[in-house]
């Protein structure tokens, strides 16, 4: 029998951020759509490029499809809101990460973070989500694709832990990052978020990488 899962349908999570914004986490639904367009909206135009490496001003409706209608299997999006009582709801953040079709044991994976609830520890919590729901659905490595010639990596790369694969071919560099255990309820403080996956998805919503085609298409469908 299979056990049931932690992340699934049901999945509701409620948080405060450090600077006291209650938050509620659950899976992204296919009505989310409008949501999801008015929190790309409130984005700025820095946060716009470090996401999609590009001057970006608005989702199309195939983006909005592509963001919001996901099989939670193979591609996975946890959103995040505003827990008060505003209406319509405002989202803050959202994380996703998508199975390889040839290695249905790697994703690549990506967080997106609304400015004003920046550096309040949402990333961390995201990312801790990220990997609990993808040890649920047997995913055991995130994979991130970079261009082999991005020069800020250097430093990067001297910070990541042994459990990492890098290849670099054609002008890419290909990093593989074994997953650490992350209990479904782990707090933000925890110490797995240190992880050299947390790392480079910390640089890439500062804009400090420069991300492949391969990692793009997870925001640019």
Same mark, same amino acid.
């Given at each position: 029998?299979? @056990?049931?899962?932690?992340?699934? /349908? %049901?999945? #509701?999570?409620?948080?405060? =951020?450090?600077?006291?914004?209650?938050? $509620? *986490?659950?899976?992204?639904?296919?009505?989310?759509?409008?949501?999801?367009?008015?929190?790309?909206?409130?984005?700025?135009?820095?946060?716009?490029?470090?996401?999609?490496?590009?001057?970006?001003?608005?989702?199309?409706?195939?983006?909005?499809?592509?963001?919001?209608?996901?099989?939670?299997?193979?591609?996975?999006?946890?959103?995040?809101?505003?827990?008060?009582?505003?209406?319509?709801?405002?989202?803050?953040?959202?994380?996703?990460?998508?199975?390889?079709?040839?290695?249905?044991?790697?994703? @690549?994976?990506?967080?997106?973070? /609304? %400015?004003? #609830?920046?550096?309040?520890? =949402?990333?961390?919590?995201?990312?801790? $989500? *990220?990997?609990?729901?993808?040890?649920?659905?047997?995913?055991?490595?995130?994979?991130?694709?970079?261009?082999?010639?991005?020069?800020?990596?250097?430093?990067?790369?001297?910070?990541?832990?042994?459990?990492?694969?890098?290849?670099?071919?054609?002008?890419?560099?290909?990093?593989?990052?074994?997953?650490?255990?992350?209990?479904?309820?782990?707090?933000?403080?925890?110490?797995?978020?240190?992880?050299?996956?947390?790392?480079?998805?910390?640089?890439?919503?500062?804009?400090?990488?420069?991300?492949?085609?391969?990692?793009?298409?997870?925001?640019?469908?």
């Amino acid at each position: 029998m299979t @056990e049931p899962r932690f992340f699934s /349908s %049901d999945y #509701v999570e409620r948080a405060v =951020l450090r600077d006291g914004t209650p938050v $509620r *986490l659950r899976l992204v639904r296919p009505d989310d759509k409008e949501l999801l367009r008015a929190g790309f909206e409130r984005l700025s135009q820095a946060s716009r490029y470090a996401r999609f490496m590009a001057p970006k001003m608005e989702l199309s409706d195939d983006e909005l499809r592509y963001l919001c209608e996901v099989d939670h299997e193979n591609h996975v999006a946890i959103g995040v809101l505003r827990d008060d009582d505003h209406d319509p709801p405002i989202g803050l953040g959202i994380g996703r990460f998508i199975r390889l079709s040839d290695r249905p044991d790697t994703a @690549e994976a990506a967080i997106a973070i /609304s %400015d004003e #609830v920046q550096h309040q520890g =949402l990333g961390r919590l995201l990312l801790l $989500r *990220l990997i609990a729901a993808a040890s649920e659905r047997g995913i055991r490595r995130f994979r991130c694709e970079l261009l082999g010639t991005n020069t800020r990596m250097a430093a990067l790369l001297a910070q990541i832990s042994p459990d990492r694969t890098i290849d670099v071919g054609a002008g890419v560099m290909s990093i593989e990052i074994e997953l650490p255990w992350v209990g479904p309820t782990e707090p933000e403080t925890a110490a797995p978020v240190q992880s050299s996956i947390y790392r480079l998805l910390r640089a890439a919503a500062q804009n400090a990488l420069e991300w492949t085609d391969a990692v793009r298409r997870l925001w640019r469908r």
